[in-house]
């Protein structure tokens, strides 16, 4: 497993998919984001294109844990696109985000077979305590989601500026 | 004197600690943190049992140089965390806080005897420019406190998704 | 080209110029600062003494580009400092952002005199989302930007608290 951490557009995704790209056979691409609009459907729809005849797409807003133990034991990479949008969407429901972080987590043990698994997430604790009491929250656990992913991880990357840090 | 700098949640005062726990001898724990309500102070006091019998807890909200002074004389290890938050105490007293950090980084200076200290702080300056005024001041000290504490240390790390990197 | 990035009050133009100034020659200092009052003017006229008779100062809020092929061109080293603030410089006026980072990326590339760039920029996007549509606007640009920037660079640094780590 290899954690992809990264700012807002630093490249992370782009890092994930390249290193995903070199391994033959089928894929995986978990995506976390919900279409909202036109302008993202779109987007959506080109990113897809771009990714190639390998990769199948599961657009999953909320229920990833499943979905990834689902990835994991057949397809040969998965690549999980990401994490804090995944945890702004739980925050966004009636769900315990506790629950639903221990099922993620949960989801992402070690397994015995071969599968690879990308998972990329933002880093958002580098800022200015915000104001708003949601977005301290959300801080938090993205904190709190990140660390735990990170420990699982064989690999920890940081990436600044689409420039990739090994870090672990 | 080693530095420990992070996001949010990202596991530097955990991992500030392990460090100093293996080194034998009695410890200091300057908190700069104020319980302002029942949460908080279990909390603390939650934090104070983990830490166990080898160390000492000085809650120190304000006039952390007096303290850090006092145990870097007296005991094999200081830990102080943090720096942000002392800072954001100062701030919003009538002191000067340039004269403040003055008095901070005076007591770090390198003393002959063996005592190790470790200091706790956040990176707060890679986000957007707050809108705030007071924010916008809180990330400037910041910077220039990090900066200053960091020069004079012997190690710098950086930490993110607890995984810490070794910058200096 | 040397990047060099970090967050607020970092470091990141006192460590481009200390390694600028190890250079013999002729420098010139880009500044994209615009001088909005007294201290303000106060403060780019005190860096300019700071720098010495060695260094000419451009001050250059929004055509870059320009600015930069001519004193690639003249010019041993040429320092560009910051990035960011020439980004919301120009995000503040009716031109194409995307039009004018074009613009600046084509300046930038490699050319065959031996002159060396510097360049500063802010890491801006390891925060929370900002709720300000602007602020979302301006960290998408500065992200897509800093990437390009980086990616024509023969090294890329990371500053934290004053310490800079070599990414690239």
């Given at each position: 497993?290899?954690?992809?951490?990264?700012?807002?557009?630093?490249?992370?995704s782009?890092?994930?998919?390249?290193?995903?790209s070199?391994?033959?056979?089928?894929?995986?691409?978990?995506?976390?984001?919900?279409?909202f609009?036109?302008?993202?459907?779109?987007?959506?729809?080109?990113?897809?294109?771009?990714?190639?005849?390998?990769?199948?797409?599961?657009?999953?807003?909320?229920?990833?844990?499943?979905?990834?133990?689902?990835?994991?034991?057949?397809?040969?990479?998965?690549?999980?696109?990401?994490?804090?949008?995944?945890?702004?969407?739980?925050?966004?429901?009636?769900?315990?985000?506790?629950?639903e972080?221990?099922r993620?987590i949960?989801?992402?043990?070690?397994?015995?077979?071969?599968?690879?698994?990308?998972?990329?997430?933002?880093?958002?604790?580098m800022?200015?305590?915000?104001?708003?009491?949601?977005a301290?929250?959300?801080?938090?656990?993205?904190?709190?989601?990140?660390?735990?992913?990170?420990?699982?991880?064989?690999?920890?990357?940081?990436?600044a500026?689409?420039?990739?840090?090994?870090?672990?």
């Amino acid at each position: 497993m290899i954690f992809v951490l990264g700012g807002a557009r630093s490249g992370k995704s782009f890092f994930a998919l390249k290193e995903a790209s070199k391994i033959r056979g089928r894929k995986a691409f978990i995506a976390t984001a919900e279409p909202f609009d036109e302008e993202m459907k779109e987007r959506i729809e080109r990113h897809k294109k771009e990714r190639g005849r390998d990769w199948d797409t599961f657009e999953e807003p909320l229920m990833i844990a499943d979905a990834i133990r689902e990835t994991i034991s057949t397809y040969k990479v998965t690549v999980v696109d990401c994490l804090t949008l995944w945890l702004s969407n739980i925050m966004h429901t009636d769900l315990d985000v506790n629950d639903e972080i221990g099922r993620l987590i949960e989801s992402l043990h070690p397994t015995k077979n071969d599968s690879r698994v990308y998972i990329v997430s933002n880093e958002v604790g580098m800022g200015i305590v915000p104001d708003n009491d949601l977005a301290r929250k959300f801080r938090d656990f993205a904190g709190v989601l990140n660390r735990e992913v990170a420990e699982l991880s064989d690999a920890v990357y940081l990436i600044a500026a689409g420039t990739p840090l090994k870090i672990k």
